[in-house]
């Protein structure tokens, strides 16, 4: 998993026990909805998922939650956070686990500084780290679009269209369940699972639990979606 994690993208593998070591590197086990991070704790910690998933979430005073992203195995959380440095001394979300999942923990600063060792593979860490943060914004900007869609058919139709085009199949698993789904796009849960079996009815789509399959758009609805 580390191997194909981006972080460690082109670090030999004979390497990276020495390199975990250099990033006072931990590995924590979570329950499901299990805190990983909490809201106002200082942003010192990056996340990378090896298994289960993590969900950052921003939770409101009345307690309604909006789900911001999700982490995958092999994925990061909390690095732009960690990386802001003086600008986020606290964390503005918290993470929670989507499922059973196992956390290696790693202490940004020994990412972005050189070790007493003079580690070869600092540079190549930072550069990796300035990668994933490029591709974390410009993820950002497509949840962006998703949202700004007027319609709750529109933001969903947007939302699995870019995850088949992702995946290069029109059949795909997303990470969310139905509460997650809604809390992503921010809608109430009833008013999403409605939309979803009217948008079966008209032969939009298919799914079954979190699987869902994509089929061609009429004009209007390719009009609306636009």
Known sequence: MLKNCPLFADIAEDQLAQLLVCLSA??????????????????????IVLSGG???????????RAILTHAA????FGEAFACAGE?????PVSVIAAE?????????RKIVTVCSSA?????????????????????LTRKMEYLSKRSLRAKLLAYLSSQAVRAGKNTVEIPFDRQELADYLGAERS?????????KRDGLLDYKKNKFTLFSLDK????EYN
């Not at 059973?100 to 940004?108: G, K, N, P, Q, T």
Request: glycine share 8%; net charge negative.
């Open 191 to 199: 008013a999403l699972s409605r939309e979803l079996g009217s948008m």
């Open 100 to 108: 059973a999942s196992e956390i290696l923990l790693v202490d940004y």
């Open 26 to 47: 931990k590995r924590q086990t979570y329950q499901k909805d299990a805190f990983i991070f909490r809201v106002q704790e200082p942003a010192v910690h990056v996340g």
């Open 73 to 76: 195995p092999g994925e990061l």
């Open 220 to 223: 209007s609805e390719e009009m």
């Open 119 to 139: 580690c070869g593979f600092h540079a190549r860490l930072i550069s990796n780290m300035l990668q994933i943060l490029a591709e974390k914004n410009i993820m």
């Open 87 to 91: 600008g986020a001394k606290r964390l």
């Open 54 to 64: 993590a969900n950052v979430i921003q939770e409101d005073f009345w307690g309604s």
